[in-house]
């Protein structure tokens, strides 16, 4: 009988060394500086009135309790926004003007891990013609995947939220980021929306990175 205990003992180790490696521990919050900074090539070709690509580059200027200020850069000039310590949005995708809204876009919510869920609701002004627009999103943390993207190749968290309009305009809208802790933000976004007549997608890609 001794003779099987040990085989089984190495086997329930090796199990075991493998179930861990194979889910690493929970991605925590990371701890930005200011003078943090993300560049990324924007594909707008994707959209129904297709746009051309652009260069967007993102600076943490200041970080506070709750919030933190970024410095957005687009062809058209820069200007100051903010996004919660969670790294979300308070404006859409951060590269447009519109108004802020009541609460942050729910991308991350730390620690992350696959299989993880969750879901909040905001509202922001219409851009155009007044009344506000109403959305319910619905986060979840997807799995661990290879992405490469003009800064390079990495492993990065896939997350997807998906969301619902109502109010002045009614739509859905699906945005898709790979999160990298190494870069502390997304490698890559998919933002796809469908907005009455409006539809398509715009692509995000980090082309370089520093962090502070």
């Known amino acids: ?12 180790v090796l199990a075991f060394m493998q179930s861990a490696y194979a889910q690493p521990a929970p991605v925590e919050r990371p701890a930005l500086k200011p003078g943090t900074e993300w560049v990324y090539k924007v594909d707008n070709s994707k959209r129904d009135k297709p ?4 260069e967007l580059k993102r600076v943490v200027k200041e970080v506070g309790a709750k919030e933190v200020a970024i410095d957005v850069t687009l062809p058209s000039g820069t200007r100051t926004t903010a996004m919660s310590r969670e790294l979300n949005p308070y404006s859409e995708g951060m590269t447009s003007g519109a108004a802020r809204a009541s609460d942050a876009m729910l991308y991350f919510s730390f620690p992350l891990a696959p299989g993880k869920t969750y879901a909040g609701k905001l509202a922001y002004p219409a851009p155009i013609g007044g009344g506000s627009i109403n959305i319910d999103m619905a986060t979840k943390v997807l799995d661990w995947e290879d992405v490469t993207v003009p800064a390079g ?6 997350i997807e939220a998906n969301g619902k309009a ?11 980021l790979w999160y990298v802790p190494e870069v502390a933000n997304y490698v890559r976004m998919e933002f796809y929306m469908s907005y009455g007549p409006f539809a398509g997608t ?11």
């Open 1 to 12: 009988m001794h003779r099987f205990v040990q085989p089984l003992c190495g086997f329930a």
């Open 51 to 54: 746009g051309p690509a652009a």
């Open 153 to 158: 190749k990495f492993r990065a968290l896939k």
């Open 166 to 176: 109502s109010g002045v305009v009614t739509g859905t809208r699906k945005i898709t």
């Open 202 to 212: 715009s692509v995000q890609e980090l082309a370089s990175f520093s962090l502070k």
